[in-house]
C-alpha cells in the first residue's frame, strides 16, 4: 500500500501561479503512471496531467501551456506547477498513481481561483 498526500493548495487570484505536491508514502519510480485529477462541484473527476515511467507526460488541453508535472522519484514526489490560473481551474485537485491493476489516491487539496 502506497499512501499519497497532496499539499500546496489554496485560494489565488486570476492569473496566479500554485505549485502543488504530492509526497508518497514508497517509491514512485515502479508506477506505470502518476498524474493529477481534479474534480470542479457538480461535475467528473476529470485528468489533469500523467507521466509515466519512462517519463512520458500528458496534459488535458485545457491547462497544457500552463501546467507543469514532473517527478522527483528520490524523494518519491510529484509536483504539478500551474501559472496563468482561471476561475475554471477551480477544483480538488488529486494525487493518483497507477500499476497495471491497482490504482492509488490522495485525499485532495483545493485550489480555489477567484476571478
Known amino acids: 500500500q502506497v499512501q499519497l498526500v497532496e499539499s500546496g493548495g489554496g485560494l489565488v487570484q486570476t492569473g496566479g501561479s500554485l505549485r502543488l505536491s504530492c509526497a508518497a508514502s514508497g517509491s514512485i519510480s515502479g508506477f506505470v503512471r502518476v498524474g493529477w485529477y481534479r474534480q470542479a462541484p457538480g461535475k467528473n473527476r476529470e485528468l489533469v496531467a500523467t507521466?509515466?515511467?519512462?517519463?512520458?507526460?500528458n496534459y488535458a488541453d485545457s491547462v497544457k501551456g500552463r501546467f507543469t508535472i514532473s517527478r522527483d522519484n528520490a524523494e518519491n514526489t510529484l509536483y504539478l506547477q500551474m501559472i496563468s490560473l482561471k476561475p475554471e481551474d477551480t477544483a480538488v485537485y488529486y494525487c493518483?498513481?497507477?500499476?497495471?491493476?491497482?490504482?492509488?489516491w490522495g485525499q485532495g487539496t483545493q485550489v480555489t481561483v477567484s476571478s
Open positions: 507521466i509515466t515511467k519512462s517519463g512520458t507526460t
Open positions: 493518483n498513481a497507477a500499476t497495471t491493476y491497482l490504482q492509488y
